[in-house]
């Protein structure tokens, strides 16, 4: 009888090795490697090589399959998914404890079960507690059914017939073609290609609820994510009821959309007006605060920078950044000190994007500069100012993408003013007439303009 072996897999980036380190050799990860049981290998037979059945086929000769989108019951969902739910695929929801990963995708199962076949597998949970939840939300589907089961391989006879799956949770499953434990790298990234084999052979919509790392990253090997058609990150602080549902994946859609929900005792609902999230109500009477018109996917969005100066107490200067990039906080502060001449060297600086949200396009530079000169200066910027534009190292404004959108969300918005590149001033001069609009090509004369 063969031996059964043990092996160690990083539970990071899935690399192996035939004994424990300390650091993964891979993703340089540390204390990340896990024992796991490696099952005996049977004796292969021997068998002749079937024909090819599958043949390959000129690009002209693929036919267009277009895909069905349902909606979900939750409009802000829909957006972050692309425009709704795509049949067949694969919806990976990853988030910390509590956050309300299994609320949001409860009200999605029980919209769904209206008019579709849906089953709910909770691994972690029996199903009272699951119809427990259901009542405290008001939810009273008949059509919902539920399914308390850890091993995969006995719940896969209840997919038959079955349109859409909740699989509650990932690390809670396992399949008996390995002997480790359920939630383990092998585990995990078998239990993930089985249910992307049934997804695509039966046409069944999975919705996969993962656990995530103390570093925020989804649990398990990359390998899960590159399985799935989507992944979904629902981030927020227990203490607060604003959640934020981040696409970073999405094989049928942009994977800039930014969802927002509120989280009630009713359950979890979008949320359509951003301005109370991500604007302060003191918005113009303090200094370093400035507001920037943000793209995120297909809908754009103001979004309130606040700065902090204080005089270092060390010989270092201390920079913290959330919602922006640090390096990119680190390089415009260069450029102020070296192109605008603001003494910035010897201040301990922290910046913050109002709401949770994060700036990752080169447009919020301009903002965030106005936002540091303000601070600096300790002069407030006016109520009804907006910003945006790319800094380059040289203090040049370059133009930015969707310049006409971003003007447009401002004039909504009941923004009077708004500094833009002056490459983009040809695109929003259709604007003039209804609010002040500010061509700048250096960041020194976006200072000298509001100061």
């Known amino acids: 009888m063969p031996k059964t072996t043990t092996q160690f897999v990083c539970n990071e980036c899935g690399y192996t090795s035939p004994k424990w380190l300390g650091r993964c050799p891979d993703c340089g990860k540390f204390n990340t490697l896990i024992e796991e049981a490696v099952a005996p290998a049977l004796p292969a037979k021997k068998s002749y090589r079937p024909a090819l059945s599958a043949r390959p086929l000129p690009l002209s000769q693929v036919k267009f399959e277009k895909f069905e989108r349902v909606s979900s019951g939750i409009s802000e969902l829909d957006v972050v998914l692309g425009g709704g739910i795509v049949r067949g695929s694969l919806v990976l929801v ?16 029980a919209h769904l079960a209206k008019e579709h076949k849906v089953l709910y597998l909770s691994a972690e949970e029996s199903c009272s507690q699951v119809k427990l939840r259901c009542e405290r939300l008001g939810l009273n589907s008949d059509d919902l059914l539920l399914l308390n089961e850890t091993c995969l391989d006995n719940a896969e006879e209840a997919f038959d017939g079955m349109e859409y799956v909740i699989i509650d949770s990932i690390q809670a499953v396992y399949t008996e073609a390995l002997s480790s434990s359920a939630g383990s790298v092998g585990q995990v990234r078998e239990c993930a290609s089985k249910l992307m084999r049934i997804a695509k052979s039966r046409g069944i919509t999975f919705f996969i609820i993962g656990h995530v790392t103390k570093e925020g990253t989804l649990a398990g090997p990359k390998v899960l994510e ?14 607060e009821n604003f959640k934020i549902l981040r696409s970073v994946k999405n094989r049928f859609g942009s994977v800039q959309e930014v969802g927002v929900f509120e989280m009630t005792g009713e359950g979890i609902f979008g949320v359509s007006d951003y301005a109370s999230l991500f604007l302060s109500d003191s918005r113009g009477e303090a200094a370093g605060a400035a507001v920037t018109p943000s793209e995120t996917g297909n809908r754009c ?10 005089k270092t107490s060390y010989g270092l200067p201390r920079r913290m950044s959330l919602g922006v990039d640090l390096n990119r906080l680190i390089v415009l502060i260069a450029v102020l000190e070296k192109r605008c001449g603001l003494p910035l060297g010897a201040q301990d600086i922290y910046l913050n994007a109002m709401g949770g949200i994060r700036l990752n396009e080169p447009s919020a530079d301009l903002a965030v500069c106005a936002a540091l000169a303000s601070a600096e200066r300790m002069l407030p910027i006016g109520k009804e100012v907006a910003l945006f534009g790319e800094v380059g190292l040289t203090g040049e404004v370059r133009g930015v993408n969707f310049a006409e959108k971003r003007v447009n969300e401002c004039l909504k918005m009941g923004f009077k003013k708004v500094i833009l590149p002056s490459k983009n001033m040809k695109a929003c001069e259709k604007f ?8 700048v090509s250096y960041v020194s004369q976006m200072i000298k303009e509001l100061f």
């Open 301 to 310: 969005m103001m979004v309130e920078i606040q700065t902090l100066m204080a």
């Open 94 to 109: 990853g988030g910390d404890p509590g956050v309300g990963k299994s609320t949001i995708l409860t009200q999605v199962a």
């Open 226 to 239: 590159h399985i799935m058609d989507t992944v979904l990150y629902f981030e927020g602080e227990r203490t």
């Open 432 to 439: 003039k007439g209804k609010l002040e609009l500010v061509p």
